[in-house]
């Protein structure tokens, strides 16, 4: 049987410190998140890495998507026997920094590809999300992922202020980018998802995770698409990004995933706890039969080699 957990980031995996008792405003987390990064060593995000792994294999895991903004857990993963795809992280408020970011990247894709190549683990790209991403920086970034034939994930619509960003300008991201020192991200005045596909990622048939924060136009185009969402309901709790209308996703067609997040957002790695946490949250309306099958579908993994 398989199970699927399909959105972690396995180097946050000693982060457990920064998971919101109850719950945090989405942007008053993050920076707790991006010291982490800065301040790791390789060492310290390697034993990050096998700890995550550890956890997701007692849970009775067989397939994982991991996030990667080093691509440490590819060498590991490889030789953990899950199956799965690591997406490497590009983003950048800044076109300077994100491009830097993109050439890293590129510079080791090939060789993480070696570490994969005789396991169950393919090697993806992941846009980090609108807020983090230089609106210049998308095209470079998916040119270069159409000519690796690279699949592609994107967190989305994640949380109400991001949507505020996006759709006016405002919110809470506006002091962060303040805070940060980074520059004001132009406002396109588009919700999250059409401002993804303005600028041709749906295209691609993303990975879409979290996606809480939609119209229904918004669900009807991410139909269209042929993208498949994650769904981490417990990490949205957390960070106070309110409720993802799963029934809707399934009523349009949409193939749904569960995902856990990172142990910086979410108490546990294994994916029953989410589907737990989704049937109660979903009680009524979507059946605890459904929410069993979206933590069993490993149909994403099955496709990777076509993409
Ligand atoms: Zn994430």
Redesign the pocket.
């Known amino acids: 049987m398989a199970l699927v957990n399909a959105?972690t980031?396995l180097e946050l995996s000693d982060q457990g410190h920064l998971l919101p008792e109850p719950s945090a405003e989405f942007t008053a987390w993050v920076p707790g998140v991006i010291r982490a990064g800065m301040q790791r060593t390789p060492a310290a995000i390697r034993d990050a890495c096998e700890a995550g792994i550890a956890e997701l294999l007692a849970a009775g895991t067989t397939h994982v998507g991991d996030?990667s903004a080093t691509g440490i857990s590819v060498e590991l993963l490889a030789r953990s026997g899950l199956k799965g795809i690591v997406w490497l992280e590009v983003l950048g408020a800044t076109m300077e920094r994100g491009l830097a970011r993109l050439a890293h990247v590129k510079s080791y894709v090939n060789e993480l590809r070696e570490q994969a190549a005789s396991s169950p683990i393919h090697i993806g790209a992941t846009l980090h999300a609108p807020y983090s991403l230089h609106p210049d920086l998308w095209e470079p970034a998916l040119r270069w992922i159409e000519a690796e034939a690279l699949p592609l994930c994107v967190?989305l619509a994640e949380s109400p202020g991001e949507w505020a960003l996006l759709t006016e300008g405002t919110g809470p991201f506006r002091a962060f980018e303040e805070k940060l020192g980074l520059p004001a991200l132009p406002c396109p005045r588009m919700t999250p998802v059409e401002y993804l596909e303005s600028k041709g990622v749906l295209g691609f048939r993303p990975l879409l995770?979290h996606m809480v924060q939609v119209t229904d136009n918004d669900i009807q185009r991410v139909a269209r698409s042929g993208a498949t969402v994650v769904h981490c309901p417990r990490s949205n709790a957390r960070l106070e990004c309110g409720r993802m209308p799963l029934e809707k996703y399934l009523a349009a067609g949409v193939p749904v995933l569960l995902g856990t997040?990172?142990r910086a957002s979410s108490p546990s790695l294994s994916v029953w706890d989410e589907a737990e946490f989704a049937m109660k949250l979903h009680e009524g309306l979507v059946t605890a039969e459904v929410v069993e099958e979206m933590a069993q579908d490993e149909g994403l993994f099955k496709d990777v080699g076509e993409w």
């Open positions: 959105h980031h996030i967190h995770v997040d990172s």
